[in-house]
Protein backbone atom coordinates (compact mmCIF):
# COMPACT_ATOMS: atom_id res chain seq x y z
CA UNK A 1 0.00 0.00 0.00
CA UNK A 2 1.23 3.42 -0.45
CA UNK A 3 1.41 5.38 2.38
CA UNK A 4 2.48 9.03 3.53
CA UNK A 5 2.87 9.64 6.82
CA UNK A 6 2.96 13.50 8.96
CA UNK A 7 3.70 13.17 12.10
CA UNK A 8 2.96 16.65 13.56
CA UNK A 9 -0.87 17.60 13.08
CA UNK A 10 0.29 21.39 14.55
CA UNK A 11 3.46 23.53 14.64
CA UNK A 12 3.82 26.79 15.30
CA UNK A 13 7.24 29.11 14.91
CA UNK A 14 8.16 32.47 15.69
CA UNK A 15 8.52 35.34 12.36
CA UNK A 16 11.55 35.03 10.93
CA UNK A 17 12.39 31.77 12.86
CA UNK A 18 13.06 28.45 11.13
CA UNK A 19 10.72 25.44 11.14
CA UNK A 20 10.88 22.04 9.89
CA UNK A 21 8.09 19.45 9.11
CA UNK A 22 8.21 15.98 8.90
CA UNK A 23 7.11 13.38 5.91
CA UNK A 24 7.57 10.11 5.57
CA UNK A 25 6.45 7.73 3.02
CA UNK A 26 5.61 3.85 2.04
CA UNK A 27 6.06 2.35 -1.54
CA UNK A 28 7.81 -0.44 -3.03
CA UNK A 29 8.45 1.58 -5.96
CA UNK A 30 11.27 3.19 -7.15
CA UNK A 31 10.59 5.49 -10.00
CA UNK A 32 8.00 8.23 -7.84
CA UNK A 33 7.89 12.05 -7.24
CA UNK A 34 7.44 13.79 -4.20
CA UNK A 35 5.68 17.05 -3.46
CA UNK A 36 4.76 19.26 -0.54
CA UNK A 37 1.68 21.52 -1.22
CA UNK A 38 0.55 24.37 1.25
CA UNK A 39 -3.40 25.04 1.91
CA UNK A 40 -4.16 28.69 3.36
CA UNK A 41 -7.27 29.84 4.77
CA UNK A 42 -8.28 30.49 1.04
CA UNK A 43 -8.33 27.05 0.69
CA UNK A 44 -6.46 26.77 -3.09
CA UNK A 45 -4.11 24.50 -2.99
CA UNK A 46 -0.41 25.34 -3.63
CA UNK A 47 2.67 23.78 -4.58
CA UNK A 48 5.82 24.67 -2.05
CA UNK A 49 8.35 22.46 -3.51
CA UNK A 50 8.86 19.12 -5.54
CA UNK A 51 11.67 16.51 -5.62
CA UNK A 52 12.17 13.59 -8.03
CA UNK A 53 13.18 10.36 -6.74
CA UNK A 54 15.75 9.44 -9.04
CA UNK A 55 17.78 12.82 -7.69
CA UNK A 56 19.65 13.13 -4.80
CA UNK A 57 20.55 16.28 -4.71
CA UNK A 58 17.64 18.07 -2.69
CA UNK A 59 15.53 20.49 -4.22
CA UNK A 60 15.61 23.84 -3.03
CA UNK A 61 12.67 27.25 -3.59
CA UNK A 62 14.07 30.41 -2.30
CA UNK A 63 12.94 29.74 1.56
CA UNK A 64 11.71 26.42 1.25
CA UNK A 65 13.53 23.61 0.88
CA UNK A 66 13.94 19.48 1.59
CA UNK A 67 15.86 16.91 3.19
CA UNK A 68 15.23 13.71 0.65
CA UNK A 69 16.88 10.50 2.41
CA UNK A 70 15.35 7.88 -0.28
CA UNK A 71 16.62 4.90 2.13
CA UNK A 72 14.86 6.24 4.68
CA UNK A 73 12.03 7.56 2.74
CA UNK A 74 11.77 10.60 4.25
CA UNK A 75 10.65 14.21 3.32
CA UNK A 76 11.05 16.79 5.47
CA UNK A 77 10.34 20.37 4.52
CA UNK A 78 11.99 23.44 6.16
CA UNK A 79 11.39 26.94 5.92
CA UNK A 80 13.74 29.52 6.54
CA UNK A 81 12.86 33.00 7.70
CA UNK A 82 9.06 32.18 8.33
CA UNK A 83 6.83 34.63 7.32
CA UNK A 84 3.24 35.30 8.75
CA UNK A 85 2.23 34.61 4.96
CA UNK A 86 3.13 30.84 6.01
CA UNK A 87 0.62 30.06 8.32
CA UNK A 88 -1.41 27.58 6.52
CA UNK A 89 -1.71 23.37 6.25
CA UNK A 90 1.05 21.59 5.10
CA UNK A 91 0.44 18.77 2.54
CA UNK A 92 3.34 16.01 1.61
CA UNK A 93 2.03 14.11 -1.09
CA UNK A 94 3.66 11.62 -3.61
CA UNK A 95 2.89 10.46 -7.21
CA UNK A 96 4.10 7.46 -8.70
CA UNK A 97 5.17 7.80 -12.08
CA UNK A 98 3.69 4.44 -13.38
CA UNK A 99 0.60 4.69 -11.94
CA UNK A 100 -0.19 8.34 -13.81
CA UNK A 101 -0.83 11.92 -11.96
CA UNK A 102 -2.46 10.02 -9.14
CA UNK A 103 -1.37 11.76 -5.78
CA UNK A 104 -1.46 10.22 -2.75
CA UNK A 105 -1.36 12.79 0.04
CA UNK A 106 -0.48 13.02 4.32
CA UNK A 107 -3.35 14.10 6.30
CA UNK A 108 -1.46 17.29 6.60
CA UNK A 109 0.55 19.78 9.43
CA UNK A 110 -1.11 22.74 10.31
CA UNK A 111 1.95 25.53 10.57
CA UNK A 112 1.16 28.64 12.39
CA UNK A 113 3.20 31.45 12.12
CA UNK A 114 3.19 33.93 15.19
CA UNK A 115 4.37 37.81 15.43
CA UNK B 1 -2.40 33.09 -17.41
CA UNK B 2 -5.72 31.88 -16.36
CA UNK B 3 -5.38 29.21 -13.40
CA UNK B 4 -7.50 25.94 -12.42
CA UNK B 5 -11.19 27.54 -12.45
CA UNK B 6 -13.97 25.77 -10.17
CA UNK B 7 -17.43 26.04 -10.12
CA UNK B 8 -19.54 26.56 -8.50
CA UNK B 9 -17.59 27.63 -5.13
CA UNK B 10 -20.58 26.89 -2.75
CA UNK B 11 -23.39 24.04 -3.25
CA UNK B 12 -26.14 23.05 -0.47
CA UNK B 13 -27.97 19.95 -1.68
CA UNK B 14 -30.29 17.31 -0.72
CA UNK B 15 -30.02 13.34 0.13
CA UNK B 16 -31.10 11.84 -2.39
CA UNK B 17 -30.21 14.45 -5.22
CA UNK B 18 -27.85 14.75 -7.79
CA UNK B 19 -24.81 17.30 -8.91
CA UNK B 20 -22.46 18.34 -11.13
CA UNK B 21 -19.01 20.11 -10.54
CA UNK B 22 -17.10 21.96 -13.21
CA UNK B 23 -13.80 22.39 -13.96
CA UNK B 24 -11.89 24.45 -16.44
CA UNK B 25 -8.24 23.46 -16.33
CA UNK B 26 -5.58 25.96 -17.07
CA UNK B 27 -4.95 25.78 -21.58
CA UNK B 28 -2.76 23.49 -23.03
CA UNK B 29 -3.43 20.74 -19.56
CA UNK B 30 -4.47 17.81 -20.68
CA UNK B 31 -4.83 15.88 -17.15
CA UNK B 32 -7.64 16.53 -15.22
CA UNK B 33 -7.70 15.01 -12.01
CA UNK B 34 -10.49 15.40 -8.87
CA UNK B 35 -10.06 14.97 -5.20
CA UNK B 36 -12.19 14.56 -2.16
CA UNK B 37 -11.30 16.36 0.92
CA UNK B 38 -13.12 16.09 4.11
CA UNK B 39 -11.66 16.56 7.68
CA UNK B 40 -11.86 12.99 8.57
CA UNK B 41 -10.50 11.14 5.01
CA UNK B 42 -8.33 13.64 4.41
CA UNK B 43 -7.40 14.28 0.98
CA UNK B 44 -9.01 11.18 -1.47
CA UNK B 45 -8.07 10.70 -5.19
CA UNK B 46 -11.60 9.92 -6.94
CA UNK B 47 -10.48 9.74 -10.87
CA UNK B 48 -7.87 10.85 -13.43
CA UNK B 49 -9.00 12.07 -17.25
CA UNK B 50 -6.53 12.71 -19.69
CA UNK B 51 -7.98 13.62 -23.16
CA UNK B 52 -11.44 12.42 -22.44
CA UNK B 53 -10.12 8.54 -21.39
CA UNK B 54 -10.40 8.02 -17.50
CA UNK B 55 -6.95 6.70 -17.17
CA UNK B 56 -6.93 6.16 -12.87
CA UNK B 57 -9.95 5.94 -10.16
CA UNK B 58 -9.94 5.94 -6.89
CA UNK B 59 -11.64 3.60 -4.04
CA UNK B 60 -15.19 5.39 -4.12
CA UNK B 61 -18.47 4.29 -5.39
CA UNK B 62 -20.42 4.24 -8.57
CA UNK B 63 -22.25 7.15 -7.61
CA UNK B 64 -19.06 9.28 -8.25
CA UNK B 65 -18.64 9.81 -11.81
CA UNK B 66 -16.65 12.04 -14.00
CA UNK B 67 -16.33 12.74 -18.04
CA UNK B 68 -13.84 15.23 -20.18
CA UNK B 69 -14.69 17.31 -22.41
CA UNK B 70 -12.83 17.75 -26.14
CA UNK B 71 -11.63 21.09 -24.65
CA UNK B 72 -10.65 19.34 -21.56
CA UNK B 73 -13.30 20.73 -19.40
CA UNK B 74 -14.13 18.09 -17.11
CA UNK B 75 -17.64 17.32 -14.62
CA UNK B 76 -17.34 15.32 -12.27
CA UNK B 77 -21.25 14.07 -11.44
CA UNK B 78 -22.45 12.48 -7.48
CA UNK B 79 -25.61 10.78 -7.75
CA UNK B 80 -28.46 9.97 -4.86
CA UNK B 81 -26.53 12.35 -2.66
CA UNK B 82 -25.50 11.18 0.93
CA UNK B 83 -24.70 13.25 4.07
CA UNK B 84 -21.27 11.71 4.54
CA UNK B 85 -20.54 13.19 0.59
CA UNK B 86 -20.17 16.80 2.30
CA UNK B 87 -16.50 17.66 1.66
CA UNK B 88 -14.40 20.18 -0.51
CA UNK B 89 -14.27 18.73 -4.29
CA UNK B 90 -10.81 20.01 -5.34
CA UNK B 91 -9.98 19.68 -9.48
CA UNK B 92 -6.39 19.72 -10.20
CA UNK B 93 -4.68 19.95 -13.51
CA UNK B 94 -1.73 19.07 -14.79
CA UNK B 95 1.08 19.01 -18.06
CA UNK B 96 2.49 15.94 -16.19
CA UNK B 97 4.82 14.85 -13.45
CA UNK B 98 5.80 18.67 -12.97
CA UNK B 99 2.93 18.21 -10.22
CA UNK B 100 -0.35 19.92 -10.07
CA UNK B 101 -2.01 23.33 -10.29
CA UNK B 102 -5.27 23.16 -8.05
CA UNK B 103 -8.55 24.95 -7.91
CA UNK B 104 -10.04 26.58 -5.29
CA UNK B 105 -12.34 24.10 -5.32
CA UNK B 106 -16.38 23.48 -4.88
CA UNK B 107 -17.48 23.38 -1.22
CA UNK B 108 -20.48 20.62 -1.50
CA UNK B 109 -22.97 20.65 1.28
CA UNK B 110 -25.71 17.88 1.87
CA UNK B 111 -28.43 18.29 4.26
Known amino acids: AQTVTQSQPEMSVQEAETVTLSCTYDTSENNYYLFWYKQPPSRQMILVIRQEAYKQQNATENRFSVNFQKAAKSFSLKISDSQLGDTAMYFC????????????FGAGTILRVKS | KAGVTQTPRYLIKTRGQQVTLSCSPI?????VSWYQQTPGQGLQFLFE???????NKGNFPGRFSGRQFSNSRSEMNVSTLELGDSALYLC??????????FGSGTRLTVV
Open chain 1, 93 to 104: AFMIKEYGNKLV
Open chain 2, 27 to 31: SGHRS
Open chain 2, 92 to 101: ASSLGAQGYT
Open chain 2, 49 to 55: YFSETQR
